[in-house]
């Protein structure tokens, strides 16, 4: 846990690689774990309980999803101290590796996603799906598109960058989901030479949601780290993260590394 300037407490949480994050935010605060024990706080009241799982577009997805299952329904409901069933699970992009899908039908897409995630366990599970750098090496309209053509109804992805505000009695929290590949420009080079252009239209579009102030909690999930002990985005440091400690955000969670 780390403490910004703000004076707010504040996590930054790095998931890749078949490593699930159990996320409970409550009246009282917001609690995070990797999902390893059994044991749990005194339950609160009122609480949203969220699973992520970044990098997790491999064969290897299988197995994660049936360790994962266990904490989406009634087995899950008290790590955490949250009494609650999982609201949603964050996909923290590399959906589909090495390089993303072509369509709609790509064979993947069954591969991947429906076939593991077709349990009775996860039959009303949302998925918030963000996409990471090797998305972007396939069609990311296509990954979004999967929004109105899955036949679940459980793929949530609107548009590359979007917000979701889940809600239990009076709790509310505000979740920002953003494309870092292109905020940062993405990966093009020419002749040695840094061309990446990045975007500002998403820069500003986040900017103006986070001004949101009918909320108890803001969590931004994005693909790539601002820092973590393995690496750090110089463009997320330079631009991003101002902008998360103005506007009080109490977490970043991200995949990647």
Known sequence: MLVWPSGRNALF????????LLLAVSSSGLMVDAATSDSSPPLTASCLK???L?????SKVESTAKSMARYVGTEGRELLGCNATVSSVLLLGDNFYDNGITS???PLVHEYFEKNFATPAFENT???????????RGSVRSQVELTDTDATHRWYLPRPFYSQTFE????????VFIDTWDLVGGEAEVNGKDQRIKDEQQMRWI???LRTEDVDFKVVVGHYPIRSARRGTPGLIKDLLPVLLENNVDAYVFGYV
Do not use: E
Request: hydrophobic share 45%.
């Open 13 to 20: 949480c790095s998931w890749g690689w078949a490593f699930i």
């Open 50 to 52: 969220f699973l992520a």
């Open 54 to 58: 970044g990098d997790w577009g491999t």
């Open 104 to 106: 709609t039908d790509d």
């Open 126 to 136: 949302s998925f918030s799906v963000i996409v990471g750098n090797h998305d972007h």
């Open 168 to 175: 239990v009695n009076k709790l509310r929290v505000l979740f």
């Open 207 to 209: 900017k103006d949601v």
